[in-house]
């Protein structure tokens, strides 16, 4: 669609945004880029994500840049809006694992925030229209880019793996190897003798394995489905509301030929947002943003755009809820399971 | 959508800026939060200890200005009094001197009268003598008769 002149179904469409820049071993032998899904299922497990990684490690800098400038220059004097900001958000973190984890650690609170502030920008990066950064990045000869890290299920399952080996790591620190496999399979089903517990020895070991594994499973790909479907939801508003779609766009095809090149619908989009924040800003009375947006509209040639914009910006706005949910229950879900580690049964 | 190699880099990626974050974000800005928490609370004390101070001072004010009134009140009293004394002292002393200057012109008075009726006695005695000498056409012998005619000035 509008990433390529190249003449796209919107299936190719589609799946060329869920397909990730992937590095690895060619069947060939030879190392290079995946240029095709089927080119990146067939390098096997080591390949890498290199979208995924690159954006995750630029937000996880991002995320350390913008925390640690106000923390070199943290004093308890009085605050600028900034550092208010950042300690709005250090303060709620601190809160909730005071609230939900009753240990003292030094750790819990630092990873808590890490996590919250870090997926939360990497989910942020979904409210980036779709074709921006890919369009971008195939101008300058990227093939695949998925710029939200989280909608790769490498990336929450990693994630949702380190907090499980930390689950593990804390409940034999502190329980002891012996406490840990106790408790694996001295529960649900308790009995008191030697011949009840050797009875109930499988059946608990199983249930508590199950139990102890949909942990980081369930925590890893609520995140990932939730950004995933979010970010497939902004993929078919484009889709549908987007170029070449028949009557709509017609008066664009006029100007522009069958297919309106991305850098359009990129001036366009920037050029209804900027309207939009200035508006938001103040800047714009009621009347002239929507006199203003009315003019965008026409310019860029229709109804569908029209549509196309009050639902992307509707459902940007309904997955900004998705967005710091998602981080927050991340966050509170690690502190809860670092806790029931923490704790003896 | 391949499970690959992704989840060990991303894993370190996450060790490394959970590290990262507690080495380095976490302990220096909780400790700002935490040194502000205690001055705002301090501020806050040390505010309501003003209030307070400053209530009572404004008590100790009010008695002070109480007791100012009063003294001043007293000190009117006193001057009114001594105002009072003064005019009465003023007004003994001034009835004095009248009366003595009216006692001493009464004396000049009388001692003008009794010098007066003095000469006037010894002008008498010797007129009364010329008369008597006149009427006996004889010399009385002044120092002869001086007895009679002291009884009869003492008559006068």
């Known amino acids: ?345 | 959508m391949n499970i690959n190699a992704t989840l060990i880099l991303q894993s370190i990626a996450m060790m490394i800026f959970v590290w990262f974050c507690m080495k380095f974000i976490w302990p220096p800005l909780l400790k700002a939060m935490d040194e502000r928490r205690e001055r705002v609370a301090e501020g806050l004390a040390a505010s309501d200890l003003a209030e307070k101070e400053l209530e009572a001072a404004k008590a100790t004010a009010g008695e002070q200005i109480s007791e100012a009134r009063d003294k001043a009140g007293e000190i009117l009293d006193q001057a009114s009094q001594r105002h009072s004394q003064i005019l009465e002292q003023a007004k003994e002393d001034a009835t004095g001197e009248r009366q003595r200057q009216v006692a001493a012109a009464e004396a000049e008075i009388a001692l003008s009268a009794n010098q007066a009726r003095e000469e006037l006695r010894a002008s008498v005695a010797s007129l009364a003598v010329i008369g008597a000498s006149k009427i006996l056409e004889k010399e009385v012998d002044e120092e002869a008769h001086r007895e009679l005619l002291d009884k009869l000035i003492a008559e006068i």
């Open chain 1, 1 to 345: 669609m509008a990433s390529g002149t190249e003449n796209v179904t919107p299936s190719e469409y589609i799946g060329h945004h869920l397909q990730n820049l992937t590095f690895g071993q060619h069947a060939d032998g030879s190392w290079g880029i995946a240029h095709s899904a089927a080119d990146a299922q067939a390098m096997g497990f080591w390949s890498f994500n290199v979208d995924t990684i690159f954006w995750a490690v630029v937000l996880g800098i991002g995320f350390y840049v913008m925390f640690r400038s106000v923390a070199k220059k943290a004093n308890s004097g009085v605050p600028t809006r900034f550092q208010a900001l950042v300690e709005i958000i250090v303060e709620f973190v601190d809160t909730s694992v005071r609230e939900s984890f009753h240990g003292t650690s030094k750790f819990i609170a630092p990873l808590a925030l890490t996590l919250f502030v870090w997926i939360f920008f990497m989910n942020l990066m979904d409210l980036i229209p779709v074709d921006w950064l890919p369009w971008v990045a195939t101008q300058v000869g990227v093939p695949y880019q998925k710029v939200v890290p989280t909608t790769d299920v490498n990336a929450t399952m990693s994630m949702a793996i380190t907090v499980f080996i930390m689950i593990i790591f804390f409940s034999i620190k502190i329980k002891g190897v012996s406490g840990f496999i106790s408790e694996l399979t001295g529960q649900p089903f308790a009995a008191k003798g030697t011949l009840g517990k050797a009875v109930f020895f499988l059946p608990n070991l199983l249930l508590e394995t199950v139990a102890l594994l949909a942990k980081p499973i369930s925590l890893g790909l609520r995140l990932f489905g939730n950004l995933y479907a979010g970010e497939l939801i902004f993929i078919l508003i484009a889709v549908v509301f987007t170029a070449g779609s028949g009557v709509f766009a017609a008066g664009l095809s006029s100007v522009f030929g069958e297919h309106v090149p991305a850098w359009f619908w990129i001036l366009a989009t920037a050029s209804v947002f900027a309207t939009l924040w200035l508006s938001m800003k103040g800047a714009l009375s009621n009347k002239r943003t929507v006199l203003l947006l009315a003019i965008e509209m026409l310019l860029v040639g229709g109804l569908a755009f029209l549509g196309g914009q009050l639902m992307h910006f509707g459902w940007a706005v309904f997955h900004l809820l998705v967005v710091t949910l998602q981080a927050f229950i991340f966050m509170m879900l690690t502190i809860v399971y670092l806790s029931m580690a923490h704790e003896h049964h």
